[in-house]
């Protein structure tokens, strides 16, 4: 699902994210992308770990279609 679909649902997660920075948007959005750029090291890992054996042959991709 494309995030503007679901954004009447998440209202709540965007409310709670800039309450725990005090309303400083900029300072949420720094986060948000300080962890997506964390998990995509995850994600980066992970694909080299993974056996192409083991995945048949699928990799993790780090873009979006």
Do not use: K, V
């Not at 309303?23 to 995509?40: K, M, P, Q, S, V």
């Amino acid at each position: 699902m494309r995030p503007l679909e679901r954004q009447r649902e998440e209202a709540s997660e965007i409310d709670e994210a800039l309450a725990w920075h005090d309303g400083n948007a900029r300072a949420a959005i720094a986060t948000l992308l300080a962890d997506c750029a964390y998990l995509r090291w995850q994600l980066e890992l992970a694909g080299r770990a993974l056996s192409p054996g083991f995945t048949r042959g699928w990799r993790p991709d780090l873009d979006r279609e």
